[in-house]
């Protein structure tokens, strides 16, 4: 195989964004869309571009059988049965060779545990896809310290943050369908994201041994009257019932197998963050080095005066997430390249064609939403989670945080 079919599951924001990046990317064409919202303009941008000649197709089962890989763009809440009609379709015949699977591989670790089981159970080759891991500022700077590091000693620190004003569809916001709030869907990026900076060069994306677990969950914008009317008039969604948090902040601390030595990383993540718009922000701190990313610097800006602005307001061109169209504005010149998107799909694509499963496998999706829920437990029962401890383990596997099962009001308003 030469050229890698790609079947997408799921035609809206993210999927525009990866299509976006896919022009960036060699030996892969897009052959199938689910027919489903979005569909139709993203095979006509597919075919604009020379990305394929995708065709729609009303069920999975097809999808399955006119592509090499599926990828699941689709909300958390439809994963889980999209996943079980993959699985059933290879086992029918499709010749299907791996699977894709957004952020977040579940909204528990029932549910992420059951992807891993289906995908291995088809025998597909999996890619979890988690594109901050893939991000060449991070990742350059890293290459740039490893001298450094081998000398001094391992990074000891690293800090995460992804923050925006608040999500675009309303299913985001029901934390009963996305599986809570913004800590089940930024803060699997930036636990990750910790956890791949701290990591030793040359050693495996699951190295560091998570061993405890602090964390704090809170709904400091959209809980306030004004704003909760706001919500409900957009999204339809109620936040005096069934709110999800809008910030979390906590501490995973990690052990070297090797050394014994305890590393930290901080993640924060909000939806009330009203500057610009999407800002990630990643620093770490070494003996004696350091580094630091900060999507909001740009060597590109744009400045907009209050007479000229007319034109320009609600575009989102400039910046993912962008909160306004006046003023001295960040601009990207290649946002799908900036965030990761082009480097995960060549990952996968390059992957797969070896026959292999990607950089970041099913099992390590498993792995990010075991932390995402053990950080909801931290900040539910208010205390450090020891994550070596056999009970802890054992009450995470069917553990489901109060706030996805819309019971958020009971800790987030007292
Ligand atoms: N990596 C990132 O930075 C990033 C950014 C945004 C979203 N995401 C993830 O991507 C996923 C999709 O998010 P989005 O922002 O594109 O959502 P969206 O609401 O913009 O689009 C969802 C798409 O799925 C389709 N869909 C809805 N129900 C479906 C079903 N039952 N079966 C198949 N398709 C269905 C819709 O028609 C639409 O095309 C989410 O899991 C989200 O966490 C990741």
């Known amino acids: 195989m030469k050229t890698l079919k790609l079947g997408y599951v799921g035609s809206g924001f993210i999927a525009k964004f990866l299509a976006i990046a896919m022009k960036q990317v060699r030996h892969c064409e897009l052959s199938a869309i689910y027919e489903r919202s979005g569909a139709a303009e993203l095979a006509k941008y597919a075919k604009e571009n020379r990305l394929g000649e995708p065709k729609l197709y009303d069920s999975i089962t097809e999808i399955c059988n ?33 699977v894709i699977c957004e952020k977040p591989l579940g909204r528990t670790v029932e549910e992420a545990e059951k992807m891993v089981e289906l995908a291995r159970g088809a025998d597909l080759l999996t890619c979890y896809f988690e594109n901050q891991l893939h991000m060449n500022a991070i990742n350059n700077a890293l290459a740039q310290l490893r001298p450094q590091q081998k000398v001094m000693g391992d990074f000891t620190l690293a800090r995460s943050t992804e923050e925006h004003a608040g999500p675009h569809s309303a299913w985001f916001w029901d934390p009963t369908r996305q599986g809570g709030g ?17 990591t030793p060069e040359g050693k495996p994306n699951t190295f560091l041994k998570p061993v405890a677990m602090q964390c704090d969950t809170s709904l400091l914008k959209w809980g306030q009257p004004k704003y909760r009317d706001q919500l409900k008039e957009k999204f339809g969604v109620d936040y005096s019932k069934t709110p999800a948090e809008d910030f979390v902040t906590g501490i995973i601390t990690f052990k070297n197998p090797e050394t014994g030595q305890l590393v930290k990383g901080q993640f924060t993540n909000s939806w009330m963050y009203d500057k610009q718009g999407l800002r990630l922000w990643m620093d770490a701190i070494g003996p004696g080095y350091a580094m630091e990313v900060n999507s909001l610097i740009s060597p590109a800006e744009i400045f907009v005066g209050d007479e000229a602005a007319e034109g320009v307001a609600d575009a989102e061109t400039a910046l993912e997430k962008s909160t306004a ?5 960040a601009l990207h010149n290649n946002e799908a390249d900036f965030y990761g998107y082009t480097t995960e799909t060549q990952d996968a694509v390059d992957s797969f064609l070896r026959g292999e499963d990607a950089f970041l496998d099913f099992e390590y999706g498993l792995e990010t939403t075991r932390l995402v829920q053990a950080a909801y437990m931290a900040a539910e029962k208010g205390q ?3 994550l070596t401890d056999a009970s802890v383990q054992k009450e995470l596997k069917t553990y489901r945080s109060l706030i996805s099962q819309g019971k958020g009001a009971d800790i987030l308003f007292s």
């Not at 169209?325 to 504005?329: F, N, T």
């Open 66 to 98: 006119h592509c090499d890989a599926i990828v699941i763009f689709s909300p958390n809440y439809t994963r889980l049965a999209i996943m079980e009609e993959i699985a059933d379709a290879v086992k029918a015949g499709a010749p299907l060779k791996g």
């Open 182 to 198: 913004v800590l089940s869907d930024m803060g699997c990026h930036s636990i990750a994201v910790c956890r791949h900076i701290l």
């Open 325 to 329: 169209s006046r003023g001295l504005l």
């Open 384 to 386: 450090t989670i020891d």
